[in-house]
């Protein structure tokens, strides 16, 4: 009887450990495929960027704007790509704004052997601001980042110079993430899980899980920031969204969109959304004549 028993955890001990390798691969494993084509109503031009310190490239699409009239990069949420944020490509560049879409990272047509929360994606922003430097030099930037974009965009590691900065569903610390989503998916025990996926994240991702947390990095952001959240999100709760506000620099505004979850808050939120980022961006990127 014993010897079943003793066989019977041990059984459930290795099924156990297959499943946390399991969630881990899933975490960061690539997300990887090809980004269909625009009709004519939205020209773009497909761009590759070159990043600096690796021999690959930034895969996107830009779509020219009026002089004068700003920049905006647009940066997707996890395991999606540019699609996501085409609707507000379309919104601001009727606008005026110029706008370039990208794939980071081991995502739609970038390549990458894993996604990272945030911390190598952050040189794929980095490397498309400064594209869009050299592209419209005359120009201010802006940069709307949604959840794993957003993250990129607070992890960068050298200032990026932006005039403004959208931030969407963005967690404090990845920590709070995981156990967010875990009990999400697995009720309320599911946190017991917790140490043992943040040690696969940091085994498969080879870095201290602290270097993932943008509530340490948020401060560095010298640019007028607008920071969105659903009241209703569970992924990132509400008070987790008011100590990212707390911590970040003035100028600085919060929007909590009543009874949004963890989705795109354009698709949500649709015309306040537009009137409330489009305010904003004109505020800081729009030229005096």
């Not at 945030?118 to 601001?129: H, I």
């Not at 120009?139 to 993250?151: D, P, T």
């Not at 900065?165 to 009990?183: D, F, G, M, Q």
Request: charged content about 20%.
């Amino acid at each position: 009887m014993y010897r079943w028993l003793l066989i019977g955890i041990l059984s459930c001990l290795i099924a156990m450990a297959v499943v946390i390798i399991g969630i881990g691969e899933v975490m960061t494993g690539p997300a990887s495929t090809a980004v269909e084509s625009l009709s004519s109503d939205f020209p773009v031009e497909p761009v590759q960027i070159p990043l600096l310190d690796a021999d690959s490239s930034v895969h996107g699409w830009l779509a020219r704007g009026v002089r004068g009239g700003g920049a905006v990069l647009l940066v997707h949420s996890i395991r999606s790509n540019r699609l996501e944020m085409l609707s507000r490509a379309r919104f601001l560049n009727k606008q005026g704004y110029g706008i370039l879409l990208i794939d980071l990272q081991a995502h739609g047509e970038t390549p990458g052997k894993r996604i990272t929360f945030g911390l190598r994606e952050s040189e794929d922003v980095a490397a498309a601001v400064t594209f869009l430097r050299k592209t419209f030099p005359s120009e201010r930037l802006a940069v709307i980042g949604v959840s794993l974009g957003a993250a990129a965009i607070v992890l960068a590691k050298h200032e990026l110079r932006l005039d403004a900065v959208v931030l969407e569903s963005l967690h404090p610390t990845i920590e709070e993430a995981i156990e967010n989503r875990l009990r999400l998916h697995l009720g309320e025990y599911g946190p017991v899980l917790l140490p043992l996926v943040l040690a696969q994240l940091a085994f498969y991702l080879d870095v201290s899980i602290a270097e993932l947390d943008p509530i340490t990095r948020i401060g560095d952001l010298n640019a007028p920031l607008l920071l969105i959240a659903g009241s209703a999100d569970e992924h990132t709760k509400v008070p987790e969204t008011e100590r990212l506000f707390a911590a970040a620099r003035q100028p600085k505004d919060i929007w909590i969109v009543p009874g949004a979850g963890h989705f795109n808050m354009h698709s949500y939120a649709g015309r306040e959304y537009e009137e409330r980022v489009s305010f904003f961006l004109d505020q800081h990127l729009r030229r005096a004549d």
